[in-house]
């Protein structure tokens, strides 16, 4: 179930926008809302771009939006954003574009109007730095990666 009072977020609509549809949410359990390309763009495979959106927003104070892929892409074409989740801060106002990259083998075509990745609007909360001599000890204690279970194979 979703949030019963949505937040109002400002949205500026660039000039390069025109014609096409704001974020929306695809069905009412969603948590993101797939957002579209502003603008045609062939990434080769390895190539990375900062898609266009033609959208600038004003996201209140203590939130933020988290731009995510779309696992569609990521899975059929290899298309995902490597900075994941990317974070769009409450005080930035400049176009919204949205970092992909190619891992697929072949060539991918990004045409204005398809939906490239989900936004989704997130509470912050902010964190003090507590200074101590000594942590809590823990079952975990210092370990690392893979430390939690599992073999961890590197080859043989």
Known sequence: MHSPDPVPVPVKRLP??????????ATDGAA???????????LAPGARHAV???????IPPGFEIQVRPRSGLALKH?????NTPGTIDSDYRGELKVIVIN????????????????????????ASWLKVDELDHTERGEGGFGSTGGVVSLGN
Do not use: K, N, S, W
């Open 16 to 25: 390069h926008f025109e014609g096409l549809e704001l974020p929306a949410y």
């Open 32 to 42: 993101g809302m797939d957002v579209l390309a502003a603008e045609d763009v062939t």
């Open 103 to 126: 891992h697929g083998a072949e060539a991918f075509a990004i045409r204005r109007g398809d939906r490239v990745a989900q936004l989704v609007l997130a509470p912050v909360t902010r």
């Open 78 to 82: 290899g298309i995902t954003v490597p």
């Open 52 to 58: 266009a959106t033609g959208l600038a927003f004003a």
